[in-house]
T-cell receptor, first 114, second 110 residues
């Protein structure tokens, strides 16, 4: 079992729905990340939070809205998604933001857009 | 040019064989290298983390970095069917950028 927990494991939603993905870590890490992974491709970075503040947005469409309520939790709010947004959404954390700080991933939420 | 290049395979070996996985990277300034293992329908699991050049060993796994040729390798000794997974090499730079290779799918045949 990973130390980064993501819920739900699977999510099916229509293009007009609003839903949220949740991520939790209890390792005391102060940097958290959202990634998107399409089938047979490596993960692609979406957002970086450092000390609960959004520090990097990799030009992600506004239909994805991240939120970091506290140092252990990271949410990704979804609204008006497109079929091409179907993917595995991964949360990761590291002790702090830094090139010497390895990132640890959760098992992801598999999202399907109808 | 991509930061990391990895042969996507697939690679199939008999149980007990040595698995050899390789990546090349583009920027000689990179210092932090990782190998992740990803099972089907799971997230990437950090397997090995190395800094600079040299070897690092953890049980049946050995990670090597050759900075002179910008080459990183992962060796799995005495491979088991449970080692069947996709292996992703990665470099970490600019404080947060984790650039992955394409991933190599490995199957260990019983």
């Amino acid at each position: 079992d990973t130390e980064v927990t993501q819920t739900p494991k699977h999510l099916v939603m229509g293009m007009t729905n609003k839903k949220s993905l949740k991520c939790e870590q209890h390792m005391g890490h102060r940097a958290m990340y959202w990634y998107k992974q399409k089938a047979k491709k490596p993960p692609e970075l979406m957002f970086v939070y450092s000390y609960e503040k959004l520090s990097i947005n990799e030009s992600v469409p506004s239909r994805f809205s991240p939120e970091c309520p506290n140092s252990s939790l990271l949410n990704l709010h979804l609204h008006a998604l497109q079929p091409e947004d179907s993917a595995l959404y991964l949360c990761a954390s590291s002790q702090v933001r830094g090139s010497n700080q390895p990132q640890h991933f959760g098992d992801g939420t598999r999202l399907s857009i109808l | 040019q991509k930061e990391v290049e990895q042969d996507p395979g697939p690679l199939s070996v008999p149980e007990g064989a040595i698995v050899s996985l390789n990546c090349t990277y583009s920027n000689s300034a990179f210092q932090y290298f990782m190998w992740y293992r990803q099972y089907s329908r799971k997230g990437p699991e950090l397997l090995m983390y190395t800094y600079s050049s040299g070897n690092k060993e953890d049980g049946r796994f050995t990670a090597q970095v050759d900075k002179s040729s910008k080459y990183i390798s992962l060796f799995i000794r005495d491979s088991q069917p449970s080692d069947s997974a996709t292996y992703l090499c990665a470099v970490l730079y600019n404080d947060y950028k984790l650039s992955f290779g394409a991933g190599t799918t490995v199957t260990v045949r019983a």
